[in-house]
T-cell receptor, first 111, second 113 residues
Framework: ETGVTQTPRHLVMGMTNKKSLKCEQHLGHNAMYWYKQSAKKPLELMFVYNFKEQTENNSVPSRFSPECPNSSHLFLHLHTLQPEDSALYLC??????????FGPGTRLTVL | AQRVTQPEKLLSVFKGAPVELKCNYSYSGSPELFWYVQYSRQRLQLLLRHISRESIKGFTADLNKGETSFHLKKPFAQEEDSAMYYCALVIPPPGAGSYQLTFGKGTKLSVIP
């Protein structure tokens, strides 16, 4: 598959569960991003990785834990989430400061 | 901190009518501005960026530093233009590497046949 892929596309979890979101980019880019899209807020940047190094963490709670094992894969590990964390989580990638390409997103519901 | 404001949550126009989606930003320096679009059941994608000065799908946007605006315009709306439009801003970091996009809340454009 080409472009940016995300799995799963939908996830329902309880507040005590641990789950992970996966993002993979097939574009040879060197930067990857996690965004959160809530119903009532603008799209918010959560984490940025550049050449596998985390360069930004926009005051995201520690119950969200990113992992970037290589420049093609990005994970978001989730544990003890709250219902207000329910949102669409988008992954994106770019080559330096060129256009960011977005994945389809994972729709997360926390019960 | 920088901010992007899109004052209209929803904009409805008739097919063939002109369209203007408003975007204002707050930043004292020289940011880079973008418009992203999300069509129904499709992923978010770049529509245009001000530094390229292109017209994409008939849309143009001019950066007005005096008014700190980057409004998106199209002279004649088409039904296929119906989508969510997001204005975004980047403060250029020094050197190469990744960058942070700050998005507005988005405007839903509905073109009425």
């Amino acid at each position: 598959e080409t472009g940016v892929t995300q799995t799963p596309r939908h996830l329902v979890m309880g507040m005590t569960n641990k789950k992970s979101l996966k993002c993979e980019q097939h574009l040879g880019h060197n930067a990857m991003y996690w965004y959160k899209q809530s119903a009532k807020k603008p799209l918010e940047l959560m984490f940025v990785y550049n050449f596998k190094e985390q360069t930004e963490n926009n005051s995201v709670p520690s119950r969200f834990s990113p992992e970037c094992p290589n420049s093609s894969h990005l994970f978001l590990h989730l544990h003890t989430l709250q219902p207000e964390d329910s949102a669409l989580y988008l992954c994106a990638s770019s080559q330096d400061r060129e256009e960011q390409f977005f994945g389809p997103g994972t729709r997360l519901t926390v019960l | 901190a920088q901010r992007v404001t899109q004052p209209e949550k929803l904009l409805s126009v008739f097919k063939g009518a002109p369209v203007e989606l408003k975007c204002n930003y707050s930043y004292s320096g020289s940011p880079e501005l973008f418009w992203y679009v999300q069509y129904s059941r499709q992923r978010l994608q770049l529509l245009l960026r001000h530094i390229s000065r292109e017209s994409i799908k008939g849309f143009t946007a001019d950066l007005n530093k005096g008014e700190t605006s980057f409004h998106l315009k199209k002279p004649f709306a088409q039904e296929e233009d119906s989508a969510m439009y997001y204005c975004a801003l980047v403060i250029p970091p020094p050197g190469a590497g990744s960058y942070q996009l700050t998005f507005g809340k988005g405007t839903k454009l509905s073109v009425i046949p």
